[in-house]
């Protein structure tokens, strides 16, 4: 989201306004004009070949075709209109595909409650829509998803966040029921945006962890068309987040299927002046515990680093994943994490505004992290605002690339002539093997050409083929279901599972192949305001088979040993593989 | 007054008596002086007085766009410049203004129109070959940035020794690029031409540090926070990099004044 402040009003901040722009005589920056693809200065190094790719959008023939509302698509009048809906890859009901559930807003006048859309997986890509019949409430004001058992009953429960009351579903057999009273009641009137279950405290149930954007007061916040409008670039806009008085984030501890704010007792609580958007959940030290990264706009982002004690540590700062190179606060959106460089950390992508680069922060061991975006050669875009991203395998060579969504903010930029676009296309940046990465979007396939006013997107493997999928949530239309046809290297999906039958989130897999060996972890969440595939997917490239080591939650290893490519592998904790399916 | 406030009032100052006509001649010495004090509002009202007088004044309308501009009434600015220079499509320094404010106003495409335009009229421009590379960049032409960039060192080499920002630009775009000893030659000649600059030393310890040549980094990185002792920069880079060396009580140090520092700065404008 971007940087203005509707308290500096420029009639009455001349000195202001000489100092900002001194500080970008300062510091030029990019600007964006989102209607060219950048060049590319840095060509491939010679015999390195970048792969063939053929993304296509199959929505419509899928039948996602629920068209996302969030206000008038011509104008907002408060931030809430722009910040767009998650999606979640779930299996609802057990039948081993991944089924869809697609957010969206509302009317911001009548604030009447919106269904939500869930799609069962029929199979072969094919959904139908069965939201009337799947105990989803009609929502006022939807924003994030995130799943996890929080029961331990083996079935994957779901939570909601809003602009409003969170909403807690409990999964009964492919059918939920809303039991958000188990929530703590002090989440009605907060803005939330992403969450995240993890067992911080490592007792065998799963917390959540919430994020919230800003304490919005409509009655206290101009609308574009008021006298005391807020601008960008000259044109009205809606106020925030700057200007809005912010948030700090919040974790409910699970007691006996209760959820209990604990968020000022274990180290959460932080003054309220940040705008918290993607929840991140990872083990960057590597030690067992998981730790939580919040990606905040127009703020420092937070890093809570697990003190293995039941409590938190906030380190963003001091760890360098804050902020970027230069110090300086980001409008972050979207963030993901993987292990980009094959070194065995959890590194860290995020998305941000236009007029910036996104981020890559290089998990450098210790707790440290390097903004690495440059070295990378992910700073040659300037001109697209991403959200959604994802580390991808796109070409299943054993290497983590990058996908992520863009769109603009504002749907009047369109009429404004001021060189931005709303709708944006995709961006793909192709893992070089070298720590570097190249800009396929242009010859990735009309998917990620396709512009859109794009939010929420998460990843999973819709059609149990081996290769992940992309669902994107668009602003005003259908989703976008994303599928890449060019051929790939070989690939393996993992399911761990606790010994009860529930995902084993926060479950770290390790695999070997081909000479490699990559990490990754069980995520809830994991993605812009979005839930993925529990199961972790990798590429192997032309290796027939890789060696499986799991850390569990509870810091037990197992060792699985060699299993086979293209197979859809489930291991239990305590039983080893307990079922494959080839692809 | 910061390097940077000097900059941009010299600029000012020099339009304004530069391009001082008879008629104009009282206001428009009472705008400089306006100017020089940092009172933009009230040498808007001296230049609209000039303006009264004579309403197409050049350098009255350029000044006028330019303080505009800094009062923050962009489109106000933009119009006027605009009007100038569909009038007197050869008028160099009303391009120039134009292309400014196009590009702090994240147009590039506009912003190169403006630039090229200038220097295709007179190739010497070294201002506008340096501000055709930034307007380039940010418009994604990467290659054609560095040609602009270079080609504006060229003309700087020998005339303009005072000119520094040509290499900082490049400096900084190369550092995008990962190229960063090339970044950190030019910082350096930068530097060597405005030792005032905390930029300059700024962009010289950052290469360095990208570098890890750490303890280089960090000679460079404290000359720039003593040129600017207001500026966070510096210290947050220090701060990582007394990290990487494991100096725990350095990098807290820094790290703390950081965040005073941070928390001092006013929001910056987009």
Known sequence: ??????????????????????????????????????????????????????????AREAGLTAVNISASPRRASYITEVTGNGVALVDVDGDGLLDVLLLSAGEMAARKPRPQTLYRNRGGLRFEDITATSGIPPLEWAQGVCAGDF????????????????????????????????????TTKRWSTGCAFVDYDRDGDLDLFVAHYANLDLAATARPTDKNHCTWKNMAVVCGPRGLPGESMSLY??????????????????????????????????????????????TASLLFRNQRNGTFEETGVTSGAALNEDGREQAGMGATAGDYNGDGRLDIFKTNFTDDTPTLYRNIGTFGFQDVTSTAGLAINTRLLGWGAAFIDIDQDGWRDIFYANGHVYPEVDAAAIGEVFRQP?????????????????????????????????????????????????????????????????????????????????????????????????????????????RVHFGLGAADSAQLSIRWPDGTESNLGAVAANQWVSVQQGKGVTRSRPF | MTWVTRWLAALLMGTAAGWCAPMCRLQ????????????????????????????????????????????????EAMTLLEDLVRREPFNTDGRYALGRVYYFNARPDPACTQFEAIVAA????????????????????????????????????????????????????????????????????????????????????????????????????????ELDPTDAAPH????????????PTEADAERKLFLELQAKAPDKRR
């Not at chain 1, 002046?273 to 905040?296: E, I, K, N, S």
């Not at chain 1, 800009?439 to 396939?445: E, K, T």
Request: net charge neutral; hydrophobic share 40%.
């Open chain 2, 122 to 225: 007179q190739p010497d421009h070294y201002r506008a070959w340096d501000n055709l590379g930034l307007a380039r960049e940010a418009a994604g032409r990467i290659p054609e940035a560095i040609q602009a960039h270079v080609r504006a060192i060229a003309l700087v080499a020998t005339a303009h020794r005072e000119y520094d920002w040509a290499h900082a630009n490049l400096a900084e775009l190369l550092m995008k690029e990962d190229d960063n000893r090339r970044a950190f030659s030019l910082a350096v000649e930068a530097a060597e031409r405005n030792p005032q600059s905390s930029r300059n030393f700024y962009l010289a310890g950052k290469a360095l540090t990208r570098l890890e040549q750490w303890s280089k980094a960090e000679r460079w990185l404290r000359r720039s926070a």
């Open chain 1, 151 to 186: 029961d331990n009953d083996g079935r994957t429960d779901l939570v909601i966040t809003q602009w409003g009351p969170n909403v807690l579903l409990r999964n009964q057999g492919g059918k939920f029921a809303d039991e958000s009273s188990r929530l703590p009641a002090a």
């Open chain 1, 253 to 298: 501890r699970n007691d006996a299927g209760r959820f209990v704010d604990v968020t000022a007792a274990v180290g959460i609580a932080t003054p309220p002046r940040y705008y918290g958007f993607t929840v991140l959940v990872g083990d960057f030290d590597d030690d067992g515990w998981p730790d939580v990264y919040v990606a905040c706009d127009s």
């Open chain 2, 28 to 75: 428009l010495a009472s705008a400089q002086a306006n100017i020089n004090a940092q009172r933009f509002a009230a040498a808007l009202a001296d230049t609209e007085q000039c303006l009264a007088e004579e309403p197409l004044h050049s350098a009255a309308l350029v000044l006028k766009g330019n303080l505009l501009y800094l009062l923050g009434r962009d489109v």
């Open chain 1, 1 to 58: 989201m971007p940087c203005y402040d509707p308290g500096v009003k420029r009639s009455v901040a001349v000195s202001l306004v000489l100092l900002a722009v001194i500080a970008v005589a300062v510091w030029p920056q990019g600007m964006a004009t989102a209607n060219r693809r950048p060049q590319s200065r840095r060509p491939l190094p010679p015999g390195k070949v970048a792969p063939a790719i053929d993304y296509r959008d199959v």
């Open chain 2, 236 to 247: 947050y880079l220090l701060a990582q990099l007394y990290r990487r060396l494991e100096r």
């Open chain 1, 426 to 534: 995709r961006t793909l940046f192709w893992n070089r093997g070298d720590g570097q990465f190249h800009d396929l979007s242009a010859a990735a396939g009309e998917a990620v050409l396709a512009r859109h006013g794009s939010r929420g997107l998460a990843v999973g493997d819709l059609d149990n083929d081996g290769t992940p999928e992309i669902v994107i949530v668009n602003m005003y239309e259908p989703p976008s279901l994303v599928k890449n046809f060019a051929p790939r290297g070989k690939s393996i999906l993992i399911e761990p599972l606790l010994a009860n039958g529930r995902h084993a989130v926060g479950a770290r897999l390790r695999l070997t192949a081909g000479g490699r060996t990559q990490v990754d972890e069980v995520r809830s969440g994991g993605f812009h305001i979005s839930q993925g595939d529990f």
